[in-house]
């Protein structure tokens, strides 16, 4: 299953609400995750099951879709958050991730 | 406090050989599935393998399948991957993770270990 990111990077202020979208080839219910990566650090878990916030994850950040598109959402950028963001599909093997979506500071 | 630490990566040859390990402190190792994620220099991550509690179910990606082994001892908390027959294109940060298709996610990630392939 290829999962495909867009847009590839995005240039955002702090303050502004960012959006990323993953696209499965074939319908993956909602077997999807997104994680955080910072440069030079392993990644972090964010969302799994497209919309369940992981613990601790701030309310900022939020998931939705099913099926083929997916969003991730977070609705006021701080400086925190400008990282690398992949998605991945666990609904079967092979599993996959999307190319990566970085989000810089504007 | 869940901890994963790998070890094992380094320089080798093409053709050669590494095992890389994954020791886990934290939490109940044996009833979790665990995984290999890799990245390349400037990339994205790529799955690698994964392997359940138990060692019954196993799986690899085309690129690495014939040549790399996952495995695990979980009275040592720890999880393996023996790689042969490396190429240039194995060369990547090697990432063990926590988690299963059946939970959805992979919740703890160690730090990583490099391994290069070069001549």
């Known amino acids: 299953i290829q999962l495909t990111q867009s847009p590839s990077s995005l240039s955002a202020a702090v303050g502004d609400r960012a959006t990323i979208t993953c696209r499965a080839s074939q319908g993956i219910r909602s077997s999807l995750a997104w994680y955080q990566q910072k440069p030079g650090k392993a990644p972090k878990l964010m969302i799994y099951?497209?919309?369940t916030l992981q613990s601790g994850v701030p309310l900022r950040f939020s998931g939705s879709g099913s099926g083929t598109d997916f969003t991730l959402t977070i609705s006021s950028l701080q400086p925190e958050d400008f990282a690398t963001y992949y998605c991945q599909q666990l609904n079967s093997y092979p599993l996959s991730f999307g190319q990566g979506t970085r989000l810089e500071i504007k | 406090e869940v901890q994963l630490v790998e070890s094992g990566g380094g320089l080798v040859k093409p053709g050669g050989s590494l095992r890389l390990s994954c020791e886990t402190s934290g939490f109940s190792f044996s009833i979790y599935s665990m995984n290999w994620v890799r990245q390349a220099p400037g990339k994205g991550l790529e799955w690698v393998s994964s392997i359940d509690g138990s060692s019954n179910y196993i799986y690899y990606a085309d690129s690495v399948t014939g040549r790399f082994t996952i495995s695990r001892d979980n009275a040592k908390n720890s999880l393996y991957l023996q790689m042969n027959s490396l190429r240039t294109e194995d060369t990547a940060v090697y990432y063990c993770?926590?988690?299963?298709?059946?939970?959805?996610?992979?919740?703890?990630w160690g730090q990583g270990t490099l391994v290069t392939v070069s001549s």
């Open positions: 099951a497209a919309s």
């Open positions: 993770a926590s988690g299963s298709v059946r939970a959805g996610k992979y919740d703890y």
